[in-house]
Nanobody, 126 residues
Framework: QVQLVESGGGLVQAGGSLRLSCAASGRTISMSKMGWFRQAPGKERDFVGGISWSGVITRYADSVQGRFTISKDNAKNTVYLNMGNLKPDDTAVYYC???????????????????WGQGTQVIVSS
């Protein structure tokens, strides 16, 4: 079992930045792929980005490419989502997720992830 706890959400003005953290416990995430997803009210949970177990490979949704960056600190069992140039459309609850399959590909389908955090709210004001 893996417990994931997100933190770092809050209220920020458009154009600002935030860094979300996802701390894992119960099992090392050094061999897991990690993903970030978000869900706005009335919408489906969407893939934001993901990172390979080594941290070398990252993948992002088109909507955040160039603005968001994912990093992974296996020693701290933590993954980060650095968000820059935030827009009101980025307002959502952000979730981190862990995926332990042996494949190397970073997946974008929420159904492929095994463990989820409780989410952290991000609100971007215009």
């Amino acid at each position: 079992q893996v417990q994931l706890v997100e933190s770092g959400g809050g209220l920020v003005q458009a154009g600002g930045s935030l860094r979300l953290s996802c701390a894992a416990s119960g099992r090392t995430i050094s061999m897991s792929k990690m993903g970030w997803f978000r869900q706005a009210p009335g919408k489906e949970r969407d893939f934001v980005g993901g990172i390979s177990w080594s941290g070398v490979i990252t993948r992002y949704a088109d909507s955040v490419q160039g603005r968001f960056t994912i990093s992974k600190d296996n020693a701290k069992n933590t993954v980060y989502l650095n968000m820059g140039n935030l827009k009101p459309d980025d307002t959502a609850v952000y979730y981190c997720a862990a995926e332990f399959s042996p494949t190397s590909a970073v997946r974008s389908d929420a159904g492929d992830y095994d463990y989820w955090g409780q989410g952290t709210q991000v609100i971007v004001s215009s």
